[in-house]
Protein backbone atom coordinates (compact mmCIF):
# COMPACT_ATOMS: atom_id res chain seq x y z
CA UNK A 1 0.00 0.00 0.00
CA UNK A 2 1.04 3.93 -0.15
CA UNK A 3 3.35 4.72 2.23
CA UNK A 4 3.05 8.56 3.78
CA UNK A 5 3.61 11.10 0.95
CA UNK A 6 4.71 14.93 1.49
CA UNK A 7 4.75 17.84 -0.81
CA UNK A 8 6.01 19.77 -1.25
CA UNK A 9 9.71 17.80 -1.61
CA UNK A 10 11.36 20.61 -1.97
CA UNK A 11 10.38 24.34 -0.55
CA UNK A 12 12.76 27.71 -1.52
CA UNK A 13 11.61 30.73 -0.15
CA UNK A 14 12.07 34.49 0.96
CA UNK A 15 12.34 35.05 4.39
CA UNK A 16 9.44 36.47 6.09
CA UNK A 17 7.16 34.39 3.76
CA UNK A 18 4.57 31.76 4.69
CA UNK A 19 4.49 28.62 3.87
CA UNK A 20 2.43 25.54 4.17
CA UNK A 21 4.00 21.98 3.88
CA UNK A 22 1.46 19.14 3.58
CA UNK A 23 1.53 15.62 4.58
CA UNK A 24 -0.45 12.28 3.79
CA UNK A 25 -0.88 9.47 6.32
CA UNK A 26 -1.17 6.08 5.88
CA UNK A 27 -4.93 5.09 5.43
CA UNK A 28 -6.07 4.77 8.57
CA UNK A 29 -3.05 5.58 11.30
CA UNK A 30 -4.53 7.48 13.74
CA UNK A 31 -1.29 9.34 15.01
CA UNK A 32 0.45 11.63 12.60
CA UNK A 33 3.63 13.51 13.97
CA UNK A 34 5.78 16.50 12.56
CA UNK A 35 9.37 16.64 13.11
CA UNK A 36 12.32 18.86 11.87
CA UNK A 37 15.98 17.75 10.98
CA UNK A 38 18.76 20.09 10.07
CA UNK A 39 21.87 18.37 8.80
CA UNK A 40 23.91 16.28 11.42
CA UNK A 41 20.97 16.09 13.96
CA UNK A 42 18.45 13.77 14.88
CA UNK A 43 14.73 14.31 14.29
CA UNK A 44 12.86 17.05 16.76
CA UNK A 45 10.16 16.68 17.51
CA UNK A 46 7.52 19.44 16.91
CA UNK A 47 3.86 18.59 17.50
CA UNK A 48 1.89 14.98 17.24
CA UNK A 49 -1.55 14.31 16.53
CA UNK A 50 -4.17 11.61 17.73
CA UNK A 51 -7.00 11.83 15.48
CA UNK A 52 -7.85 15.64 14.93
CA UNK A 53 -6.51 17.25 17.53
CA UNK A 54 -3.00 18.13 18.76
CA UNK A 55 -1.99 15.59 21.47
CA UNK A 56 1.44 17.18 22.54
CA UNK A 57 2.43 20.68 20.53
CA UNK A 58 4.98 21.17 22.76
CA UNK A 59 7.70 21.12 20.26
CA UNK A 60 6.24 23.74 17.87
CA UNK A 61 9.47 26.48 18.63
CA UNK A 62 7.26 29.62 19.15
CA UNK A 63 3.81 31.25 17.82
CA UNK A 64 4.72 31.43 14.01
CA UNK A 65 4.44 27.92 13.50
CA UNK A 66 1.01 26.05 13.51
CA UNK A 67 -0.26 22.42 12.16
CA UNK A 68 -3.89 21.34 11.52
CA UNK A 69 -5.65 18.17 10.76
CA UNK A 70 -9.37 18.92 10.12
CA UNK A 71 -10.67 15.45 9.13
CA UNK A 72 -7.47 13.05 11.15
CA UNK A 73 -5.85 12.42 7.90
CA UNK A 74 -4.18 14.80 5.97
CA UNK A 75 -2.07 17.73 8.12
CA UNK A 76 -0.89 20.97 7.08
CA UNK A 77 2.02 22.87 8.95
CA UNK A 78 1.89 26.34 8.45
CA UNK A 79 5.03 28.42 9.33
CA UNK A 80 4.74 32.11 9.31
CA UNK A 81 6.95 34.68 8.40
CA UNK A 82 10.04 32.57 7.86
CA UNK A 83 13.11 32.73 9.38
CA UNK A 84 16.58 31.58 7.82
CA UNK A 85 17.15 29.73 10.89
CA UNK A 86 13.60 27.51 9.61
CA UNK A 87 15.60 26.05 7.04
CA UNK A 88 15.84 22.54 7.88
CA UNK A 89 13.99 19.24 5.97
CA UNK A 90 10.45 18.59 7.99
CA UNK A 91 9.70 14.79 8.18
CA UNK A 92 6.18 13.53 8.63
CA UNK A 93 5.05 10.45 9.97
CA UNK A 94 2.34 8.37 10.94
CA UNK A 95 1.68 5.08 13.21
CA UNK A 96 -1.57 2.79 13.55
CA UNK A 97 -3.56 2.51 16.90
CA UNK A 98 -2.17 -0.65 17.62
CA UNK A 99 1.54 -0.49 16.82
CA UNK A 100 4.02 2.34 17.49
CA UNK A 101 6.19 1.97 15.15
CA UNK A 102 6.53 5.18 12.92
CA UNK A 103 6.48 5.42 8.98
CA UNK A 104 8.33 8.54 8.04
CA UNK A 105 7.71 10.20 4.86
CA UNK A 106 10.37 11.59 2.49
CA UNK A 107 10.21 15.01 4.04
CA UNK A 108 10.23 18.48 2.67
CA UNK A 109 13.13 20.43 2.61
CA UNK A 110 12.27 23.88 3.00
CA UNK A 111 15.45 26.16 2.64
CA UNK A 112 14.90 30.29 3.73
CA UNK A 113 17.05 32.63 1.55
CA UNK B 1 13.94 17.80 30.71
CA UNK B 2 13.57 14.60 29.38
CA UNK B 3 16.40 13.87 27.16
CA UNK B 4 18.34 10.74 25.43
CA UNK B 5 22.41 10.74 25.45
CA UNK B 6 23.63 8.45 22.43
CA UNK B 7 27.56 7.52 21.97
CA UNK B 8 29.27 7.35 19.98
CA UNK B 9 28.45 9.97 17.49
CA UNK B 10 30.64 7.99 14.81
CA UNK B 11 31.81 4.55 14.76
CA UNK B 12 33.88 2.78 12.63
CA UNK B 13 34.35 -0.84 12.61
CA UNK B 14 36.05 -3.48 9.68
CA UNK B 15 33.42 -5.50 7.78
CA UNK B 16 32.27 -8.55 9.80
CA UNK B 17 33.17 -6.90 13.12
CA UNK B 18 30.31 -5.71 15.39
CA UNK B 19 28.68 -2.71 16.22
CA UNK B 20 27.66 -1.48 19.83
CA UNK B 21 25.54 1.84 20.00
CA UNK B 22 24.15 2.56 23.21
CA UNK B 23 21.72 5.16 25.08
CA UNK B 24 20.84 6.39 27.83
CA UNK B 25 17.30 8.14 28.84
CA UNK B 26 16.24 10.23 31.68
CA UNK B 27 12.59 9.90 31.86
CA UNK B 28 11.28 6.84 34.15
CA UNK B 29 7.88 6.70 32.15
CA UNK B 30 9.24 5.51 28.95
CA UNK B 31 8.85 1.84 27.95
CA UNK B 32 9.06 2.15 24.78
CA UNK B 33 12.65 2.02 22.67
CA UNK B 34 12.97 1.64 19.18
CA UNK B 35 16.19 2.06 16.82
CA UNK B 36 15.97 3.47 13.51
CA UNK B 37 18.32 3.76 10.44
CA UNK B 38 18.49 6.67 8.27
CA UNK B 39 20.74 6.32 4.76
CA UNK B 40 21.81 9.35 3.17
CA UNK B 41 18.99 11.77 1.87
CA UNK B 42 16.36 9.07 3.00
CA UNK B 43 13.50 8.93 5.32
CA UNK B 44 14.35 7.54 8.88
CA UNK B 45 13.39 3.53 8.74
CA UNK B 46 12.38 1.70 12.07
CA UNK B 47 15.27 -1.71 12.37
CA UNK B 48 13.73 -2.81 15.81
CA UNK B 49 12.65 -1.91 18.62
CA UNK B 50 11.97 -3.50 22.80
CA UNK B 51 9.38 -2.78 24.48
CA UNK B 52 9.96 -2.24 28.96
CA UNK B 53 8.39 -5.89 30.73
CA UNK B 54 11.65 -7.67 28.15
CA UNK B 55 15.46 -7.07 28.41
CA UNK B 56 16.74 -8.23 24.94
CA UNK B 57 14.97 -8.46 21.51
CA UNK B 58 16.89 -10.12 18.35
CA UNK B 59 16.04 -10.21 14.59
CA UNK B 60 18.96 -11.84 12.70
CA UNK B 61 22.37 -9.73 12.84
CA UNK B 62 20.67 -7.07 14.94
CA UNK B 63 19.63 -7.32 18.33
CA UNK B 64 18.76 -5.05 21.69
CA UNK B 65 19.11 -5.05 24.97
CA UNK B 66 17.45 -2.85 27.73
CA UNK B 67 18.70 -2.27 31.36
CA UNK B 68 15.52 -0.17 32.82
CA UNK B 69 17.43 -0.19 36.55
CA UNK B 70 20.22 1.73 34.35
CA UNK B 71 18.13 3.55 32.31
CA UNK B 72 20.48 2.16 28.84
CA UNK B 73 19.38 0.53 25.62
CA UNK B 74 21.76 -0.72 23.06
CA UNK B 75 22.11 -2.02 19.92
CA UNK B 76 23.70 -4.30 18.97
CA UNK B 77 24.93 -5.15 14.85
CA UNK B 78 27.06 -8.65 13.93
CA UNK B 79 29.08 -9.72 11.44
CA UNK B 80 28.68 -5.94 9.55
CA UNK B 81 28.53 -5.89 5.92
CA UNK B 82 29.03 -2.38 3.62
CA UNK B 83 24.96 -2.13 3.58
CA UNK B 84 24.89 -1.54 7.64
CA UNK B 85 26.18 2.34 7.02
CA UNK B 86 24.29 4.62 8.11
CA UNK B 87 22.93 6.80 10.69
CA UNK B 88 21.07 4.92 13.58
CA UNK B 89 18.98 6.78 16.00
CA UNK B 90 17.67 5.95 19.82
CA UNK B 91 14.47 7.64 20.24
CA UNK B 92 12.03 7.83 23.70
CA UNK B 93 8.85 8.50 21.47
CA UNK B 94 7.38 10.66 20.00
CA UNK B 95 9.68 13.60 21.80
CA UNK B 96 12.55 12.86 22.06
CA UNK B 97 15.42 11.46 19.96
CA UNK B 98 18.94 10.77 20.25
CA UNK B 99 21.64 12.83 17.98
CA UNK B 100 22.35 9.80 15.82
CA UNK B 101 25.55 7.54 15.66
CA UNK B 102 27.13 7.66 12.33
CA UNK B 103 28.66 3.65 11.44
CA UNK B 104 30.78 3.34 8.80
CA UNK B 105 31.97 0.25 7.81
CA UNK B 106 35.58 -0.57 6.04
CA UNK B 107 35.87 -2.93 3.73
Excluded: M
Excluded at chain 2, 58 to 65: F, G
Excluded at chain 2, 96 to 104: D, E, H, R, S, V
Amino acid sequence: GAGVSQTPSNKVTEKGKYVELRCDPISGHTALYWYRQSLGQGPEFLIYFQGTGAADDSGLPNDRFFAVRPEGSVSTLKIQRTERGDSAVYLCASSSRDSREQFFGPGTRLTVL
Amino acid sequence: GENVEQHPSTLSVQEGDSAVIKCTYSDSASNYFPWYKQELGKRPQLIIDIRSNVGEKKDQRIAVTLNKTAKHFSLHITETQPEDSAVYFCAAPPLIWGAGTKLIIKP
